[in-house]
């Protein structure tokens, strides 16, 4: 098993910890009940798999509650052009676990060597000798090792030779159509933030840090937060009404998701201009974007005084939004 320099994390109240390396693992996460996979998003058919989890806790006496999930995502190395955008960062992947009542997150870092491991020594190697894992969950149609040649039912089986139990958790359904981390992409690029928020259980955010623009903002006298969008999921370009959190503080908000087709350039910004009177600094702070209602398609102007207009009145309309109490 390759070995790299890793650290342990921890978030929000302390109790929820990020873990990289086995042999950083702290010894009271050992003889745990874990669940596997990518958990990208953390929506409702995972978070029904991790009260199970809570369950099998409980019955063992309250054991460490923890997920193994992998980072990147397999297909960012397996097929680049097939990998989706993320629904969530390692922070907010975290978060929503820490929410569902996990202890630790125990990531594996995807690379070539973990995509050739065999099944079995998969299961040996960072299983049982690794994390010593009382219970396994996984997802009814999991598969793991090299190629995906491991299926639930080999898993069982190694697990019934090595003294740990596997259980597999069905699918949740919305109608009459499973959850799917591919289901919520596909709402948010569509748009529609009422049923992405339906799946996930809250409403559909972009975390980030945030980084420096090109000011124009500022100088068109509404100043913005950026974000970097690479790699991450988005909803399609244009303006909308949002909450900006920052410092745990949410705040009323107008974003503008698009290329600044006035200015000509050439990738994708998120720009948040945050509706308060006071005077804010959020470079290089975590910014949490919910999206609450598209306003407009982006738009290229003929001058920028015209730009700035429109701006203006994007912002009269989303303060309208919140001063009715809408959202």
Known sequence: MERVVQRVASIGDGRMNIIRGLHNLPERFRDAVVAIGNFD??????????????????????????????????????????????????????????????????????????????????????????????????????????????SFTDLR?????????????????????PISST?????????????????????????????????????????????ALSGMLHPPVGVYVARACAGGCWMPSVVNIGRNPTFGDAEIHLETHVLTDIPLNLYRQVLRVQFVKRLRAEMRFPHVSALREQIARDVASARDFFSVGAG
């Open 41 to 150: 998003g953390v929506h409702l058919g995972h978070q029904a798999l991790f009260a199970r989890l809570r369950e099998l806790a409980a019955g063992h006496d309250g054991v460490p509650i923890m997920a193994v999930t992998f980072e990147p995502h397999p297909l960012s190395l397996l097929d680049p052009r097939r990998a989706p955008p993320r629904i969530t960062g390692m922070r907010g992947k975290a978060r929503w676990m820490e929410e569902a009542g996990l202890d630790a997150m125990f990531v594996l870092h995807f690379n070539r060597s973990l995509a050739g491991t065999e099944p079995e020594t998969f299961v040996r190697g960072i299983l049982v000798e690794g994390l010593g894992v009382r219970e396994v969950v996984v997802g009814e149609n999991f598969r793991f090792g090299s190629r995906g040649a491991g």
């Open 157 to 177: 089986r190694m697990g019934d030779q090595l003294g740990f139990g596997v259980q597999a958790h069905p699918l949740v359904f919305v109608g009459d159509q």
């Open 183 to 227: 289901w919520v992409r596909r709402e948010v690029e569509a748009g529609d933030f009422g049923m992405a928020a339906r799946l996930l259980d809250r409403p559909f955010e972009v975390e980030g840090r945030v980084v420096s623009g090109f000011q124009r903002g500022r100088d068109l006298g509404f100043p913005t937060a950026n974000l």
